[in-house]
Nanobody, 129 residues
């Protein structure tokens, strides 16, 4: 299943950006019951979970983005879309952001652990100055 991110770019500290990730859950084992998440990786650092969401609306956020970022999804169209609204951006939010999905299991708990996800997008760069 192909995940395609968009919406990255440059922003001033305190500004906002919205990332999008389009995909199709048709013909997957989980159908529409999968976990989805956003991760990020800055140069020289490990990939870290930013936010995750289950189909029942359960959301998890990293402490560093809690209260500033909002994860949401739209499953009403032909292709599903995952969003990440990033507010009050900080220079330390600068990283490559990745969309990820677990299409192998029905989502019971939308974890922020990278190893739990088996499909990844190509990434979109976010730079905050």
């Amino acid at each position: 299943v192909q995940l395609v991110e968009s919406g990255g770019g440059s922003a001033q500290a305190g500004g906002s950006l919205t990332l999008s990730c389009t995909y199709s859950s048709e013909n997957t084992y989980t159908g529409s019951r999968n976990c989805m998440a956003w991760f990020r990786q800055a140069p020289g650092k490990e990939r870290e979970g930013v936010a995750s969401i289950g189909r029942d609306g359960t959301r998890r956020y990293a402490d560093s983005v809690q209260g500033r970022f909002i994860i949401s999804q739209d499953n009403t169209k032909a292709r599903d879309t995952l969003y990440l609204r990033m507010n009050s951006l900080k220079p330390e939010d600068t990283a490559m952001y990745y969309c990820a999905a677990d299409f192998a299991r029905t989502c019971l708990d939308p974890t922020l652990l990278p190893a739990a996800y088996n499909s990844w997008g190509q990434g979109t760069q976010v730079t905050v100055s």
